[in-house]
């Protein structure tokens, strides 16, 4: 099981460029979600899928669309890319747990390292 | 919204030395989870605490859930220069699916 795939591993764009970065998870998780990770902010969610299907705004979704793709995969778009979107982008899934339908843990990707110049 | 609050941002520590982290949310959680996140890494998943009052225990480190359900820390006893790292407790409001992450907290441990 390779768990939670991201690529690409480092990206570089200019202002205005578009890119999609794409995740794939192999654990027949139900769940996906895309976060942003910036110096002393945590982890913010973008957006994320709570089933094949399904797609919903997290914290911050400005800039950034998604498409769940199938069961595995779960892609980030940016249509025209700012310097305020230079981050460390990860990808996570999790399975439906419990009779009371807890969301467990979640499982993240390596990350995808952005810079916007 | 639902805000989660970690103290303190930073901890610098005696490898031995004791070390807590506190998880405050403003609003009631249906669970709490904790992840580790090494320097470069990315987070994995440490623990999920469900019930009001709940304490776990992995080795050295304690979790406890606080009875209100909207508090949490994590306390590691006699700290290694392996447990550096960040740690971050998240976790969805009580009807709800968004898990929000706290900012974490980062540990610094000296040998």
């Known amino acids: 099981n390779a768990g939670v795939t991201q690529t690409p591993k480092f990206q570089v764009l200019k202002t205005g460029q578009s890119m999609t970065l794409q995740c794939a998870q192999d654990m027949n998780h139900n769940s996906m979600y895309w976060y942003r990770q910036d110096p002393g902010m945590g982890l913010r969610l973008i957006y994320y899928s709570a089933s094949e299907g399904t797609t919903d705004k997290g914290e911050v979704p400005n800039g950034y669309n998604v498409s769940r793709l199938n069961k595995r995969e ?3 778009r940016l249509e025209s890319a700012a310097p305020s979107q230079t981050s460390v982008y990860f990808c996570a899934s999790s399975g439906l747990a419990g009779l009371l339908g807890f969301y467990n843990e979640q499982f993240f990707g390596p990350g ?3 810079t916007v110049l | 919204g639902q805000q989660v609050m970690q103290i303190p941002q930073y901890q610098h520590v005696q490898e031995g030395e ?15 989870q904790w992840y580790k996140q090494r320097p470069g890494g990315h987070p994995v998943f440490l623990i999920q605490l469900v019930k009001s009052g709940e304490v776990k225990k992995q080795k050295r480190l304690t979790f406890q859930f606080g009875e209100a359900k909207k508090n949490s820390s994590l306390h590691i006893t006699a700290t290694q220069t392996t447990d550096v790292g960040t740690y971050f407790c998240a976790g969805p409001p009580t009807g709800g699916f968004k898990t929000i992450f706290g900012a974490g907290t980062r540990l610094f441990v000296k040998a």
Not at chain 2, 18 to 29: A, I, K, Q, W
């Open chain 1, 112 to 114: 995808t390292r952005l």
């Open chain 2, 18 to 32: 004791d070390f807590t982290t506190y998880c405050n949310s403003s609003t009631t959680l249906s669970n709490i």
């Open chain 1, 74 to 76: 779960f892609s980030l």
